[in-house]
């Protein structure tokens, strides 16, 4: 089966602090995304990647950034938090259609 | 960027009763409409997806019905039971590199 790991659950973290995200896929997928996932607005793409070193900006990467070194691996930075960053943010994988999620991180910024 | 637009945001049936989400697209140049379903504490996981040229799929209580007239897609979950309580999302291929173009979901709750 294929997994996808992320690096914390939950995590809390102040206004102002970078902050790293950390996913692991072992499928060896190309492809990877990050999304942030709020009541009532969906799964928004923050950023996707589809080789190592290759990125690709999604819908809402202002205040975001990705660091993909290895394959099997994707970071989410935020650089300075803030409060309106609050969110659960999910990992995602796909060498085809389907995409494979993480269990997700949720962040609180303070 | 074209969008996926899903109805309803929330949905209560009662135990048995049939589950319909919809889901309409604003063009037909796409060829991959899966659905997810994202239990509580979980990421979302594929559930059935569809192609336009097959009008109906159906994985056990689980159906896909496709209208490419209509540009409509639509999950109906047959004799719902509380386990199929969960956020589903409808989606759409984006047309490259493997990204989907998703709705905003509908949460389900089945009541027993």
């Known amino acids: 089966d294929v997994k996808v790991t992320q690096s914390s659950r939950y995590l809390v973290k102040r206004t102002g602090e970078k902050v790293f995200l950390e996913c692991v896929q072992d499928m060896d997928h190309e492809n990877m995304f990050w999304y942030r996932q709020d009541p009532g607005l969906g799964l928004r793409l923050i950023y996707f990647s589809y080789d190592v070193k290759m990125k690709e900006k999604g819908d809402i990467p202002e205040g975001y950034s990705v660091s993909r070194e290895k394959k099997e691996r994707f970071s989410l930075i935020l650089e300075s938090a803030s409060t309106n960053q609050t969110s659960m943010y999910l990992c995602?994988?796909?060498?085809?259609?389907?995409?494979?999620f993480g269990p997700g991180t949720r962040l609180t910024v303070l | 960027q074209q969008q996926v637009k899903q109805s309803p945001q929330s949905l209560i049936v009662q135990k048995g009763g049939i589950s319909i989400i919809n889901c309409a697209y604003e063009n037909t140049a796409f060829d991959y409409f899966p659905w997810y379903q994202q239990f509580p504490g979980k990421g979302p996981a594929l559930l059935i997806a569809?192609?336009?040229d097959v009008s109906e799929k159906k994985e056990g209580r689980f159906t896909i019905s496709f209208n490419k007239s209509a540009k409509q897609f639509s999950l109906h979950i047959m004799d719902s039971q509380p386990g199929d309580s969960a956020t589903y999302f409808c989606?759409?291929?984006?047309?490259?590199?493997?990204?989907?173009?998703w709705g905003l979901g509908t949460s389900l709750a089945v009541n027993p």
């Open positions: 995602a994988s796909t060498s085809s259609r389907e995409q494979f």
């Open positions: 569809i192609r336009p």
């Open positions: 989606a759409r291929d984006a047309g490259n590199n493997r990204k989907l173009i």
